[in-house]
């Protein structure tokens, strides 16, 4: 097993100054040495966050309402960010946890990028080193979404950012700038474009562990869909898959999904076979033990709101669900724990979840968000039909999406607008307890308000700091400002 070396004063986790020295004293021989293709891609499994967002990310959004007694696990990585007040804790599931997390993976990149830079013969790891750009990238991104402003072209220059680390960190308490949202934005598209044609499928033994060329597509689908290059956004999500072709890849709810067992349905979806996930990561987390029962989370009215009442189509979508302990503790089941217990007769050990980064149904939004901010009115309705196809029963051509309907059913006379309102009802439920339909809310400014059953009330409006997750406090000792609140 290759021991990872982590140095970041930027990951709370990282060794004391004292075990730092004591490392740095070492001699060569004693040090794991990344001198071959395959110990530069052993590191680079620990490239991706070993952290979920799902547990803070989901609770702050309009997908968590408080289902009092019902929901009876009541812990602060779940209350605060319902309530938006800053979280704390360090445990899994927290943005301390996740920020962490996020630097040790970049470490991992930075000593790979050097090892390779260092080699005999670099140009045969040029596969290791389109890895290791992109994921530093797609970390980097997923940082300054997380704890910066979201990106606008006009302020993004003045916003601040987070550090973009580029170098293995070699001295203790080393400091660091967070510059700007922009500068962030440059050196993560620098690293992907770079990284995307390098990368090569046949390099990983699992692909869908790594980032493969479909997932990398669809992040930068996802990339410049938050820089608003609409064009370039149907570039990537038409490489994806061959010929442009998502109908055929999406998940089956009809055909597949809607008649398994539960049990069936959480060994599946998160499954690397599934055509549909094209990116996935197991990181030690409590999600898929506690989602359905914490007291913030998807309540009997929102169950009702997502998938019961009729959307757009004059349809309800087919979607198996379940409850656990009380009927307020709804969940779909998409998680399914895998217990790693510290020791063959240990009753003790770490719970992992697998959660899909980058699916085809992401890939597939993405392409139809930009064709309606370019006017292809059409190909985005030909879109979300071939997508509610796949989650209606005996979809026929009286469900399909037309002018009349979507003007009808959200009230105006703005066929853009109904589109936009379409398309984000459509992510909120595919992505249920998924955590992502956070980053719609910080894309389009959408209000939220969280009341409690007791009466408290707590309203996050669009130019709310509070939108923005506070950086950890020792980040101050790297000379990082934290967040304004």
Known sequence: MMKKITYYI????????????????????????????????????????QADYATFTEAASDNAADKGTGGFLTEQINTNPYFFRDVTEREQGSPTNYWNA????????????????????????????????????????????LFSKVYNA?????????????????????????????????????????????????????????????????????????????????????????????????????????????????AIYTKASETANLLLVETPSNWARSVASYRYGLRTDLVYELFIFRNVTGSTWI????????????????????????????????????????????????????????????AAKNDLDDYASMRIENYTNNFKITDSKLRNFYGTNDLKTALIGALLDFKRAEFIQEGTRWFDIL????????????????????????RLFQLPQEVVL???????R
């Open 319 to 378: 979607q198996p669900l379940y409850y656990r302990g009380s009927t307020e503790n709804w969940v779909v089941l998409k998680f399914r724990e895998h217990f790693v217990r510290s020791s063959a007769n240990a009753d003790i050990g770490v719970p992992y979840t697998i959660f899909p980064l980058f699916t085809a149904e992401e890939a597939l939004f993405n392409r139809i968000e930009a064709n309606i901010y370019l006017g292809n009115n059409t």
């Open 443 to 466: 894309r389009y400014d959408l209000p939220i308000t969280h009341t409690s059953v007791t009466g408290e009330s707590a309203t996050l409006t669009a130019n709310d700091p509070r």
């Open 154 to 266: 006009t302020t993004a220059a003045q916003d601040p950012g987070i550090p973009y680390v580029t170098t293995p960190e070699k001295v203790v308490n080393a400091k660091y700038e967070r510059k700007t949202v922009a500068y962030v934005y440059e050196q993560i598209e620098k690293d992907l474009l770079t990284g995307l044609p390098l990368l090569d499928n046949t390099s990983y033994k699992v692909p869908k562990y790594h980032f493969n060329k479909a997932a990398a597509n669809a992040f930068a689908a996802r990339f410049y869909l938050f820089k608003k290059d609409y064009q370039k956004v149907i570039t990537y999500s038409n490489n994806v898959f061959p010929g442009g072709n998502f109908k055929t890849n999406l998940r089956p709810w009809v055909t597949v999904y809607s008649q398994l067992t539960g049990t069936e349905m959480e």
């Open 102 to 145: 996020c630097y040790q993976s970049i470490a991992a990149c930075n000593q790979a990028l050097e090892a390779i830079a260092n080699a005999d013969n670099p140009e045969d790891y040029n596969a290791q080193k389109g890895e290791a750009l992109v994921a530093r990238a797609y970390n980097h991104f997923m940082l300054v979404t």
């Open 10 to 49: 930027l990951a709370a986790t990282l060794i004391t100054a004292a075990g730092c020295k004591k490392y740095l004293e070492q001699s060569p021989d004693q040090r794991t040495q990344l001198n071959s293709v395959e110990k530069v891609a052993e590191l680079l499994a620990t490239a991706y966050p």
């Open 478 to 484: 790297a000379g990082i400002q934290q967040n304004p």
